[in-house]
Structure formats: structure tokens, C-alpha cells
């Protein structure tokens, strides 16, 4: 007899034991030899060697099923356990799922610009995207860095944005650093909260698998392995932004977000964002994708107020 103990790896574990172990009893009733003890994000299995070592294996496949789909079900339990293929087969139309959500729910590319976002990331590794509020060109950026860190394509992801609306000092504000940035980095914290176990994502921001990088102290890193998005760029200056674009380091993608009709530095003129996209355009490697109001996925009075606004304007 052995003693196994196996780790969640950041699973939850009222995702794999079920409301009242239901799951947990499933998983019980398949290995008959084996006695198994949960203890929070600890599974203890005592049993011989061989049975062990089957169990090992099967619980692995559901963490990978659990890790992709981020559910699990007792059918699903089932199927992964008798190897009937649910664990491996393709649900209809998933080529087109960018990732699973929580509790599941696909996340699609909903329009031509962010598909083309999509597409582009495959070739490139600097993606540039500017458009109105809403558009979802800061989702589609979280959630290819989040489907980057689920293949193990990167080890990280960084979050970086210009900390200029309220026209205040990061010092003068009350906190800790974190304290601090949290405001201006909530549309960030909800996409990710859209797509990982809220017990996840507080592991990784502990870990610093996903860490949160104010634009005026990147000066000075290079970024290797990581997916790094700079939300908000219309508001870091050419230098600012010229100083974060060097921070690239090997086998990192970085993805540059903003809306440059909603420029808050003092002159609009010298914003980084309406500057790089002059200077960049038709690099190798690098790509532009420009949404407009056509994007918008909000209220649809969001599509028509911007369209308003551009009208007004010309």
C-alpha cells in the first residue's frame, strides 16, 4: 500500500468534487481499491501501486478537461473515465471558441475586426488595436493572453495602463500600489474574472503568473515569455510608449489597446498610440487592426452615440 497526495494546481475544488462531493463519489465509485481523502486543494489517495498509478492518470485528464473547459459535470466525469473520447473530442463549432469561459461559456469573436484581430496574433507579435469604447479590443487581447497562457505558449501575463484620468499622481492616491492602480485597471480585472475561477485568478496574481505593471516603472525589464497588453495607450506619451515597446523580450507577445478620440494628456497631438501607429505601419511583425462603431457589442445607443460623436467631428 501507498500513499499518493495530489495537488489541485489551481483548481477549485468545488469544480472537481461537486456541491456535497457529488462528483467526488463518482470518481470514488470507478476506484473501488483505492481510499480517497479531500482535503481542500489536497487528494489523498491510498491504495497499491498499480491503481495508483490509473488513478494518477485519470484525474490528470480531468484536470486538463477542467483547465480547458472550466466545468465539469458527473456525465462528463463519466465519459472522461470510461475514455469514450469526451475528454479529447471537439464540441460542434469549437475551432471557433477563442477560449472557455467560467462555468464553460464559449467566448467567440463576435465581429470582422476582432477576428481579424485573431488571425493576426497567429503572425505577428506586436498587435496594435484602436477603436471606440466597447468594440472588444481589450477583451480579444485578454482573452488570446489568457488562451496563450492555458497552451503554455507564455508563462505570464503582464498588465500595464496609463495611470492619467482622474488627473492625479499615483502617490497622492490612498493605498498600496495595488490599491492604487485597481481603478484604473477594472476593465482588465473584468475580462480576466469573465474567463478564469475567481480562486484561479487570485493564485495567479499571488504567483505572479499574471502581475500587474505600472507603465512609469517598466522602464528597465525585458519581458520574456510573457503576454504583455498596454490598455488605454492613446494616453502614454511617444516616450512612454516607445520605452514600453523596447521592453519586448523573447518568445512574448505584446498587444497595444486604445481609443484615440478619447485622448486625456494635455495635447491630444503628442499622444504615443496616434504616433506609433504612423511610424509602425508596415513593419513585419507588427499589426494594426482599426475597429469602428460597426464593432460596438454594448447598449446599441453605445454604436450611434459614437457614430454621433465621429460625425460631429468631421
Do not use: C, W
Not at 481523502?37 to 497499491?48: E, N, P, S, T, Y
Not at 509602425?280 to 446599441?300: C, K, Y
Amino acid at each position: 500500500m501507498i500513499e499518493k497526495i495530489i495537488y489541485l494546481k489551481g483548481i477549485d475544488p468545488l469544480v472537481l468534487y461537486g456541491a456535497n462531493n457529488q462528483h467526488l463519489e463518482i470518481i470514488k465509485r470507478f476506484f473501488p481499491k483505492i481510499k480517497l481523502i479531500a482535503r481542500g486543494d489536497q487528494l489523498k489517495a491510498v491504495g497499491d501501486a498499480a491503481e495508483i498509478t490509473r488513478f494518477e492518470d485519470k484525474i490528470e485528464k480531468l484536470f486538463s478537461f477542467v483547465d480547458k473547459y472550466n466545468r465539469l459535470t458527473p456525465l462528463e466525469i463519466e465519459g472522461i473515465l470510461l475514455e469514450n473520447g469526451i475528454n479529447s473530442a471537439p464540441e460542434p463549432g469549437e475551432e471557433d471558441i477563442l477560449i472557455f469561459g467560467n462555468n464553460g461559456k464559449p467566448i467567440h469573436v463576435r465581429t470582422a475586426h476582432q477576428q481579424e484581430m485573431v488571425d493576426k496574433y497567429r503572425t505577428h507579435d506586436l498587435l496594435v488595436a484602436t477603436g471606440p469604447a466597447g468594440s472588444g479590443k481589450t477583451y480579444i487581447a485578454v482573452a488570446l493572453a489568457v488562451r496563450a497562457l492555458r497552451n503554455r505558449e507564455v508563462k505570464r501575463i503582464i498588465l500595464s495602463r496609463p495611470a492619467v484620468e482622474s488627473g492625479e499622481n499615483l502617490g497622492f492616491l490612498p493605498g498600496d500600489l495595488r490599491e492604487k492602480l485597481d481603478p484604473y485597471l477594472q476593465p482588465l480585472y473584468d475580462a480576466l474574472e469573465d474567463m478564469m475561477p475567481a480562486r484561479k485568478l487570485k493564485e495567479y496574481m499571488e504567483d505572479n503568473v499574471i502581475q500587474i505593471a505600472p507603465l512609469a516603472f517598466m522602464r528597465g525589464r525585458t519581458l520574456d515569455n510573457a503576454f504583455v497588453i498596454l490598455d488605454e495607450a492613446q494616453n502614454a506619451s511617444i516616450n512612454q510608449l516607445k520605452m514600453f515597446l523596447t521592453r519586448m523580450g523573447e518568445y512574448s507577445k505584446f498587444a497595444v489597446t486604445g481609443d484615440i478620440t478619447q485622448v486625456d494628456l494635455p495635447d491630444p497631438r503628442k499622444s504615443g498610440l496616434i504616433h506609433a501607429k504612423k511610424i509602425l505601419a508596415g513593419i513585419p511583425g507588427i499589426a494594426i487592426v482599426e475597429f469602428t462603431h460597426i464593432d460596438i457589442i454594448r447598449h446599441p445607443l453605445v454604436a450611434k452615440i459614437v457614430s454621433a460623436y465621429e460625425n460631429n467631428n468631421q
